[in-house]
């Protein structure tokens, strides 16, 4: 069996000691504008989540975003369409799941058709032959599925690696994780390499995605951590309602953290902004 990662445990945890010892402070209540801000911003930790991001910055510079540039040099499109294509396909099985305990037939079927016919016609999902023929794919976890239940998203949180989130989704990526088929393939040396490679490269194409509108937030917002925070909410919200974000709101793939959800769609190559110049 494919164990949880490592990596993601110590992170989650880490987020978890730090969101326990710092919080924010509220607002005094006689400032009506200021308390509306703080409730609709949902971050009662946010001096710790700061820390976290700012971990994470040091991470995604020195680690991550040159890994990612590496494998777009390395590959060209058509080679990283494939593998997000494959990527993709390889979790239709929980967006499956997640679509019929959402009770929507019509996305589950639209779902299972995609998977049957790009694991046979797609060479194993290489190819999205399905968006082709004009049947896109789509994305859904078990954090929006909570939410079409009802349960609240709880506080905002960071976790470094892992990005934004909060308890319903980080709940929801768990499960998500407990049903996927291919936590449960077996043990032994070539099924913890192959869910390892996987890992990997979902991480590197998540981050390859990325490349612009990281840099992009990076170059034109005051405040990153906020601009982030705004985007990953809203993005949600459009999730779990079934809707497109609209042009310039995604900063990730579809789903929780981005981490294995699979973009349906590969972009057009785009021009990345050239680093300011020192003065």
Known sequence: MFRFRPAMQRASLLALALLAAACATPPPA?????????????????????????IHEVADRFVLQPIAETYRDLLPQPVRNGIRNA????????????????GNVTRARITLGRFMVNSTLGIGGLLDVSRDWGVPGHSEDFG???????????????LPLLGPSSPRDLLGQGVDMAINPLTWLGQG??????????????VVDTR????????QVRATSLDPYSTL???????????IRNQESPAGQVVAPAGVTGFGQGVTAPAAPVARPAPPRAP
């Open 30 to 54: 006689d400032d009506p504008e200021a308390v509306a801000e703080f409730r609709e911003t949902n971050d009662p930790f946010e001096p710790a989540n700061r820390v976290l991001f700012e």
């Open 87 to 102: 990527l993709g396909n390889l979790r239709a099985p929980v967006i499956l799941a997640n679509d019929l305990l959402q």
């Open 144 to 158: 929006q599925t909570l939410a079409v239940w009802g349960v609240g998203e709880g506080f905002y949180m960071f």
């Open 189 to 202: 040396a070539a099924v913890d390499a192959a869910g390892w490679v996987r890992l990997g490269l979902t």
């Open 208 to 215: 390859e995605a990325l490349l612009e509108p990281i840099d």
């Open 229 to 239: 925070r705004s985007a990953y909410r809203q993005r949600r919200a459009f999730e």
